[in-house]
């Protein structure tokens, strides 16, 4: 079963994927799946008897590593308010831009954006994607084209997909001297957090029944009844991080895109065997003697395998990122790890075949994401995502 999670910041918080840099603190645009995993997991070793074996497997099942629990990526989501009704409001939810958008260099953005109507610019040239063909030169006015900047995007109710970021804000500190306990004169740092009263959406998958007991792996969340949950998450806790989290059933096709459309109507896109692969969140790749890559390479040879008919890799677009943490229980750095970022992109071809057994694959594929650590987030994919496709560019891209 899928939930719906909604949180709503309290006050700024602060996620970050690293350790701190000199003295400047920045914060993600999202609250990863991880942080949910870490702040939710905690909650629940606090309410369980740690030393009681049978509560300790049940806690190490449901939160190590296991498919019992997932926790995706809540990415920010958008309040609009009724004009007519002041009292309704819609949230619309955002997605990480794929690697593959290019816009305009001299007027960027999509043709929803407001750019500067100071300069007589009202609105963006446009967003043009490349899975769909080569797109050199901005078609209104043939500026050199570039890679979309902004992190996010949203599809409106109207259809239209526009640019998308989380608000945020400056908070400057005196470093503190930690024998005196006093402030060091001229020392100072910055906290660049997310603004107060934003809201993120994403989702928690939670299996049926665990094996112990019967119940529902959900008794170790917070009850989905509606009700909001104060949760604390993030760095800096004394002065950031709180929130409240409330979640409900997810009642809209939890497998739609964007633009609604559900996993089996992308499917149907499917032609000669052709599909596309975007990441809906960061993946950590590695293959069999456990080296970090930057494509899906590990995946394809083992849908390969199931398909037992090749699966041609054709075109990637791909960023990569280091990520590292901080253990808490070792009191040590963690190893960095090497990330294939989210908004990658990759496109195959299986031209042998059968389109019932490819969809049936990729079906399989899109429900179990890719790479390690998939429940704290990671490796979730979308197959034929909207946006690499004509139903995406009409619907508000770049009409070309």
């Known amino acids: ?20 840099a000199g003295n400047f603190i920045e914060t993600l645009g999202y609250i990863p799946g991880s942080a949910v995993w870490g702040a939710l ?48 409001a819609t949230l619309i939810p955002s997605r990480p831009v794929p690697r593959s958008a290019v816009t305009c260099k001299a007027v960027p953005g999509f043709r929803s954006d407001r750019i500067s109507p100071l300069r007589g610019i009202a609105r963006g040239h446009g967003v043009s994607d490349e899975v769909t063909g080569h797109h050199p030169n901005c078609q209104s006015c ?49 906290v660049l957090g997310l603004g107060r009263r934003q809201f993120f959406v994403g989702s928690i998958e939670v299996s049926d029944v665990h094996p112990q007991s019967g119940g529902s792996w959900l008794d170790l969340l917070p009850t989905a009844d509606g009700a909001g949950h104060p949760l604390v998450l993030g760095k800096r806790r004394g002065s950031y991080g709180g929130g409240c989290m409330r979640l409900e059933l997810d009642v809209p096709d939890a497998t739609c895109d964007l633009w609604g459309y559900t996993l089996a109507e992308r499917l149907e896109r499917t032609r000669d065997g052709v599909f596309n692969v975007t990441l809906d969140s960061d993946a950590i790749i590695v293959d069999e003697w456990l080296q970090h890559r930057a494509d899906l390479e590990p995946m394809r040879a083992k849908w390969q395998a199931d398909l037992g008919h ?83 560019i009409a619907a508000g891209l770049d009409a070309r």
């Not at 996010?152 to 005196?174: E, Q």
Request: charged share 25%; hydrophobic share 40%.
């Open 1 to 20: 079963m899928r939930y719906r999670v909604l949180f709503e910041t309290q006050q700024p918080l602060v996620t970050a994927d690293g350790p701190q």
């Open 41 to 88: 997991g905690g909650r629940a070793a606090r309410s369980l008897r740690m030393d009681d074996p049978a509560q300790r497997a049940l806690f190490d099942e449901a939160f190590n590593g296991s498919k019992a629990l997932r926790f995706n990526n809540l990415y920010p989501a958008l309040l609009v308010f009724d004009e007519f009704d002041a009292t309704a």
């Open 142 to 190: 043939h500026a050199r084209t570039e890679r979309v900047s902004v992190e996010f995007y949203t599809v409106s109710v109207a259809g239209a997909a526009g640019s998308f970021a989380p608000s945020k804000s400056y908070r400057v500190h005196n470093e503190i001297d930690d024998v005196r306990g006093r402030t060091k004169h001229g020392k100072l740092f910055a």
């Open 310 to 392: 090749e699966i041609e890799p054709t075109e990637a677009w791909v960023a990569t990122r280091s990520y590292a943490g901080w253990n808490g229980v070792d009191g040590c750095p963690r190893e960095p790890e090497l990330l294939t970022a989210a908004g990658s992109v990759f496109t195959f071809r299986a031209p042998t075949a059968d389109p019932q057994e490819l969809a049936d694959l990729l079906g399989r594929a899109e429900a179990e994401g890719v790479g390690l650590r998939r429940n704290e987030g990671f490796g979730k994919i979308i197959i034929n995502d909207s946006f690499h496709t004509a139903q995406g």
